[in-house]
């Protein structure tokens, strides 16, 4: 017999309780034996449920039971999230998260810690909520080596693109709708700034290239710039915008990391993932590209990552497990010069001359043009990105909007 | 030390020997042990490698050798894959497979054996090549329910049907370029009629649900049926063709299995899938629908899957792994009548009566007509299978071609 704590009892809690619950037939089946939810931890209680009797509000009392073997956190955020979760590690407590947060901003110092302690620190539902990624990044493609991880990372700003893309909605019109559907908090600062995204590419990177990476080091760009005028050149030049975390590693061992709305070539599975999904791709040297698609929120779809995780630490009790990087450094993060195209929008009051400038900066490229708005849009050849800009300097325009593409 | 024997030294086998020499360093690094290659079995030496001094040609030596503590065979076929195969498990070694015809026929008995030896029975690369889905579906998906488990499961179809799609190439045609491209082998029979997808599948139902299902159990039809007029056809009703391998598991615990060509909304990711690249669907009650997406076959990719099946064997060597299932019966694969839509094209030498008929059985359903060819195609509203055959049993025209929707 295993016992649980569940701290949190919000959508993802009580996912966790429901399923630890009332699927324990299942479970116990799985992991030939049995798993008992002790605890849950949350400010309040909540009658009328099965398992109302497992409410408590002291933090302590999880702490110092000795019997429970496993602390499933579900709170969210650093405070006290931080906190509590260091002191059931350090109590020699396994741990399973969801928090992304906690894991991008301390995962390689409760990581350390689980180590020393011979516990697990396990966080599957923290990237693409009930997707498999993590596990299969490490163990599946462990005789590979990573070059680089990216993909859509965050559902209401997918969800949001998506509206825009395909039912011609404002960017303010689909952001309530995705609101009213429960998609998009209150405060959706999160998610349209691209934070959320960040911290899981930060998770991701971590776990590809064997080092922390900070969310203050990553350039986060969110979507609110993002105009229906952009997705109807970048749609006409053969793309789909998307948000996208990419971390790649270049040959000098360091490792470039961004957020930012990417155009994404239609040819790419990535351009078909609709709606409030998630997808995340992995090349590596021998398996090429790799993709994981499903759904990256919602309560039971998170739920069923912690509770595998959950599953996975209790046949594992004392055997730490392969989730595993070391602490970052600030050198560790560059932007590197690479070959890439870039889209254009150039919106000009003198429209023969920019077109001039255009075709002698970049030849015989593809553009559109909209002479009654003085705009012209293009994607351009491949070229290193320095060597773009400066050539991009150079053109004659009243504003330039750049964006990147995959 | 951990001492393999490699044995068959084709395409894939190669692969897995460059990867565990040449890679040598990171894989220990990675199970923090070593890994030798102690021999590889051949027919016949391979000189000028940086390995040639491993080639064997007498299996004995493997066998008796007591250092081999891990076999991978690669060799393809039954024969002497599973007498090789029993030999090594029943003499306590682990064996790693991608060997697709071999678990799909000795499954549950290779595995009982492999249990009762406690040592490793491993076989990621057999369904999807590199792509991670066995583990992940055994171990991240554990808390769920599977229901269904479906995708495109052989790369040479997927890479045909991509070409008569996208280039309006005839099927014979496209056969010969996926010769000319090493995609098809010389007899293409395994590919295109079927079998190949027939024994992915197999496993994984076996894997999802918990049972053995034998290759002659399933309904099995290849993609040679279909013509570019199908293909148009189904495009403008907004599907793509695709060989899909389907398993689903019906509330009685009895479980349907097809391999068939199949019309693939396009908004679905799976129609997405292009070229060689394969994709696994699995549904759960908790997680709703992953995807995993990636390099169905090739040398290095399947490599990569065998080697992670080899890191894991050498990390628990003696620790029974998560990959188990019974023997299958009779009565477990059974036929359900489901609610679908199905694609009928109908040719009549009486178009207007057909047309009544298809008005008065299907009502106001969306039809593509061609008056000079006397087609008709449509996708049926959702109802019942039975129900939608004897109605279009009931429709006059003079042939009549039914294909299945995802």
Chains 1, 2 share one sequence.
Not at 253 to 271: A, D, F, N
Not at 385 to 392: Q, T, V
């Amino acid at each position: 017999m295993v016992n649980v704590a569940i701290m949190g009892h919000g959508t993802v809690g009580s996912g966790v309780a429901e399923l630890l619950i009332e699927k324990n037939e299942r479970i116990a089946k799985g992991i030939k034996s049995d798993i008992n939810v002790k605890y849950i931890l949350a400010l309040r209680t909540f009658d009328g449920l099965s398992y109302s009797d497992k409410f408590i509000n002291d933090f302590n009392i999880i702490l110092n039971d000795s019997e429970v073997d496993i602390v499933v956190e579900t709170m969210g955020g650093l405070k006290p999230a931080y906190d509590f979760v260091k002191s059931c590690l350090l109590k020699g407590k396994s741990v399973v998260t969801s928090n992304k947060e906690l894991v991008a901003a301390k995962g390689a110092e409760l990581i350390k810690i689980a180590e020393d302690k011979n516990v697990n620190f396990l966080f599957e539902a923290s990237v693409g909520g009930g997707i498999p990624v993590l596990r299969p990044m490490v163990q599946c493609l462990s005789a590979n080596e990573i070059f680089e991880v990216k993909g859509i990372l965050n559902g209401t700003t997918n969800y949001i693109l998506n509206k825009m893309i395909m039912d011609n909605m404002d960017f303010s019109v689909a952001l309530k709708l995705a609101q009213d559907k429960g998609y998009a908090e209150k405060d959706p600062t999160a998610d349209i700034e691209g934070h959320d995204a960040c911290r899981k590419i930060c998770i991701l990177a971590a776990l590809a290239f064997g080092k922390h990476v900070y969310p203050e080091q990553v350039k986060t760009e969110g979507i609110t710039n993002i105009t229906l005028s952009d997705i109807d050149y970048a749609s006409s030049l053969g793309y789909v915008i998307k948000l996208i975390g990419k971390a790649k590693k270049s040959s000098d061992g360091s490792v470039c990391v961004s957020v930012r709305p990417t155009l994404v070539p239609k040819e790419h599975l990535l351009s078909g993932v609709n709606g409030v999904f998630n997808a995340v791709s992995v090349t590596g040297d021998a398996v090429g590209e790799v993709i994981f698609y499903g759904q990256g929120a919602g309560k039971m779809a998170t739920a069923s990552a912690v509770v595998a995780d959950v599953m996975d630490c209790a046949k594992h009790l004392n055997a730490r497990k392969y989730l595993s990087w070391e602490e970052g450094d600030e050198n560790y993060i560059k932007s590197v010069d690479e070959k890439t195209k870039l889209f254009v929008l150039f919106t000009s009051s003198d429209f023969d001359k920019t077109l001039l400038d255009i075709t002698s900066a970049f030849g015989d490229v593809a553009v559109i043009k909209n002479k009654q708005s003085g705009e012209i849009a293009l994607v351009t050849n491949e070229e290193l990105e320095s060597s773009l800009n400066k050539k991009i300097a150079g053109i004659f325009a009243d504003s330039k909007k750049i964006l990147h593409t995959l």
